[in-house]
Nanobody, 115 residues
């Protein structure tokens, strides 16, 4: 059973920064591309960014230049550095495999950006 634990969310003013962390079970983290996803209130979950096992990254077009995804395979941890946050970034953020997420999602971490 894959376990994914997100952390690092919080309340921040527009223009601020947050760093999210995702701790994943080692059996999957070291061999799979991983991604960050988010779900805003009343909206469907959407893909944010992904990173391959060798460090290749890609981002949703609207987030390029503000968000940075990284991973530490030795620690089985993935990160999402979010800068210049906007109120529209408010959402619950999740990590999971990419491109096909596991059916088992973590609890997510809430990010709230105030204007």
């Amino acid at each position: 059973q894959v376990q994914l634990v997100e952390s690092g969310g919080g309340l921040v003013q527009a223009g601020g920064s947050l760093r999210l962390s995702c701790a994943a079970s080692g059996s999957i983290f070291s061999i799979n591309a991983m991604g960050w996803y988010r779900q805003a209130p009343g909206k469907q979950r959407e893909w944010v960014a992904r990173i391959t096992s060798d460090g290749g990254t890609n981002y949703a077009d609207s987030l390029k230049g503000r968000f940075t995804i990284s991973r530490d395979n030795a620690k089985n941890t993935m990160y999402l550095q979010m800068n210049s946050l906007k109120p529209e970034d408010t959402a619950v953020y999740y990590c999971n495999r990419w491109p096909i997420p596991s059916a088992s999602w973590g609890q997510g971490t809430q990010v709230t950006v105030s204007s």
